[in-house]
């Protein structure tokens, strides 16, 4: 891995053309994605199949010789391995049969087993296998706050009315839970470590659910508990972490910790103030607003360059967009973005 630009910027060291990689960059835009996707009814068949999987990781480093391959899988894998019966039905978001709705829901729960995710493990080294030598491989997880969203209500949602009754109602119960959540994100990050990826990434995508001091108490206590247990651990000591926080209510300067090796910034965040504060502490990723790929090839190109000439100074810079990439949009697009990065 010393030629990846991508580690290379994770060690808060200079490149001159920097490594690009993208948030969902498989998935549902790219028509090589539709062709394997159609076979399966259901979203999650589809990432209990290593070989699959490998498949659809590699479809946008081929496309676009990407500077990092994320695992293809998804963050309610372990929801699901709690047995709370996630499916993705045709044309529909995540539905779990057996949310969280009650704390006696959350007393009822076995143990949870990492062997129920054996099917990641070994798409993390199908993956590996398939990748180019100096292509690092990054796993994932969802924030213990994230996963406790979707548990509770049962699948994605505008308001997450329930989650925040919950949250009124059982305070105590519902910290018990996210405490479940982040042994459980702990050994699972483990696994994907020891079969091979390069670097973990973790998604806090409803830290916007979390005003005032609850984004502390609900979300960042349980994040910086799991990052804690990843520092502990011999086997995952050195591994670079990565944290998406989701238009927090905070300050980002005022989130990060020092376990973190680097932020990747949503679309919203002033990417030019953050990275005066954060310059030779953190590396940063990020931001372009996925929305920017909509537009014409001269406003991709543009909005492109003008991040890399802000960030051309910063060690340990990595373009990213600044959420996941939707299936509305032209891989064409794609490229011009890729493009403008390399020019
Ligand atoms: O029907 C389909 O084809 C499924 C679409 C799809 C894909 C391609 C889903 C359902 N998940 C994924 C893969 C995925 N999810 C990856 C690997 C692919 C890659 O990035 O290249 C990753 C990293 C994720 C992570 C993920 N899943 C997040 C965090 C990132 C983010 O966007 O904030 C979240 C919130 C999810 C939940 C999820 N999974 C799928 C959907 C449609 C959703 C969102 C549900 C909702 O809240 O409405």
Aim: glycine share 4%.
């Amino acid at each position: 891995m010393k030629n990846s630009k991508f580690i290379k910027a994770l060690n808060l060291q200079a490149n001159s053309i920097p490594p690009v990689w993208f948030m969902r960059q498989a998935g549902r835009y790219l028509p090589e994605y539709q062709k394997i996707r159609k076979n399966y009814t259901n979203f999650l068949d589809m990432c209990k199949q290593p070989r699959t999987c490998a498949e659809l990781a590699l479809q946008p480093i081929d496309r676009f010789g990407l500077d990092a391959s994320i695992l293809f899988s998804d963050i309610l894998t372990i929801p699901d391995a709690l047995n709370l019966g996630l499916a993705f039905h045709e044309g529909e978001g995540p539905k779990f049969s057996n949310p969280i709705s009650s704390p006696q829901d959350i007393q009822k729960l076995l143990p949870f087993d990492i062997n129920n995710l054996n099917y990641v493990f070994k798409a993390v080294e199908e993956t590996k296998n398939q990748l180019p030598q100096d292509t690092p491989l990054i796993g994932f997880c969802g924030s213990p706050w994230t996963l406790a969203a979707y548990s509770i209500e049962g699948g994605g949602s505008k308001d997450f009315h329930k989650t925040h009754a919950f949250m009124r109602e059982h305070p105590k119960e519902l910290q018990n839970f996210l405490e479940i959540l982040s042994k459980a994100c702990f050994e699972y990050l483990r696994q994907q470590v020891m079969s091979g990826v390069n670097a973990i990434q973790i998604f806090d995508s409803w830290a916007d659910l979390l005003s005032g001091d609850n984004l502390e108490t609900f979300s960042l206590k349980y994040t910086r508990m799991l990052c804690k247990l990843l520092k502990e651990d011999p086997v995952t000591a050195d591994i670079p972490i990565i944290l998406f926080e989701k238009s927090p209510n905070k300050k980002l300067e005022d989130i990060v910790f020092k376990e973190i090796t680097c932020v990747s910034l949503y679309w919203q965040e002033d990417i030019e103030s953050i990275s005066k504060n954060f310059k030779d502490q953190y590396a940063i990723q990020g931001n372009l607003d996925p929305k920017v790929l909509l537009k014409s090839d001269e406003s991709i190109w543009e909005a492109t360059q003008r991040i890399c000439n802000i960030m051309k100074e910063y060690p340990g810079f990595i373009f990213n967009l600044g959420h996941g990439i939707t299936p509305d949009i032209d891989p064409n697009k794609v490229q011009v973005m890729v493009d403008a990065i390399r020019q």
